[in-house]
Every structure is written in C-alpha cells, then in structure tokens.
C-alpha cells in the first residue's frame, strides 16, 4: 500500500519524474469481509474536472463522475501486494 500511496511528480504537469502521468489509488474496505477493492484515478482527471454537487442536471439526466483509469477485484488484506502482479 505504501508503495502505491507515495507519489513522487510535478503537479504542474501531472506527471512523474519518469513522465508517465500521476495515478492516485482509492482503497476501499468491504464491510465483514477483511477484503478491500482498489480503483486508480489520474491525478490531471481529478484536478481538472468541474465537480458536481448534485446527481442530476438541470434536465434531470445523471451527472458524470470521476472514472477510474483501472479497477481492481477485491482481495483480502494479506494479499494486497498481488495487486501489482493484475
């Protein structure tokens, strides 16, 4: 989780010092289960957006959220370090 939770980049140019762009990851726990699912978003994606407060429009259509680049199938806590090897 460290691993992937320090981030090393320039946030003028969303990028890494090896250019390939920001990714942040979101862990989440499912409850009861000792698991947790992880989903990654580029850093440029959640800066630049216009974010929503609400969950529809003015014409009553569902709103666009922030879409990962890449979601991962839950795992439980001990094999979290798999992830690198999806």
Known sequence: ?????IVCGDALTYHTAEDKPIVFCEWTPIAGSMQFSRRDFQFDFLVTQSHQYSLFD????????????RTYPPLHYTQLYRYDQL
Request: cysteine-free; charged content about 35%; hydrophobic content about 30%.
């Open 1 to 5: 989780m460290l691993k992937k939770n």
């Open 58 to 69: 003015e014409q009553g259509e569902a709103q666009s959220f922030d879409e990962p680049v």
